[in-house]
């Protein structure tokens, strides 16, 4: 007898009541934060047609894990770099599930965007047309209102 398949839904609850979520005005507040890294996890395609939280870094999904593995030789500096994490999708599932599989992992500061870009965006946050490299990422982003984002 096969098992029945496990609502999706279910999943997101239960990874959802583990997870740290922020408002778009909180995810805001913690936009010039040199500690805090964003990380779209959108396919290309999706921050091509509607752009991306400034200074975000683009972490396909289907890579997280590998990426996030010290022992994977995908792995990604960033994620060793003990900074706090913003995910965010497009309305905030897939970020939940990979915030949760990050914080099982063993990243501490994980949290995510309630409602993902699409409230980011529907509450005037910044858009910016494109994500940063998570190889290039060890630097803080470098912001067009942060006076000093010329001088890292």
Known sequence: MTKPIQPVQALVDRAR?????????????????????????????????????PGAIHVPRGNLEFWIDPASRYFKPIFG????????????????LAAATALEMGLERV????????????????VASATRSAADA???????????????
């Open 17 to 53: 009541a583990r997870v740290p979520t922020l408002s778009p005005s909180e995810a805001r507040r913690r936009l010039a934060d040199p500690d805090t890294v964003f990380v779209d996890l959108r396919d290309s395609a999706e921050i091509a047609a509607d752009g991306t939280i």
């Open 81 to 96: 770099s003990g900074k706090s994490f913003v995910f965010f999708c497009a309305a905030d599932l897939r970020s939940t």
């Open 111 to 126: 949290s995510q965007v309630e409602g993902g870009f699409h409230a980011w965006r529907d509450a005037g946050g910044p």
């Open 138 to 152: 060890t630097a803080a982003p470098q912001l067009a209102d942060d006076p000093k984002g010329a001088e890292r």
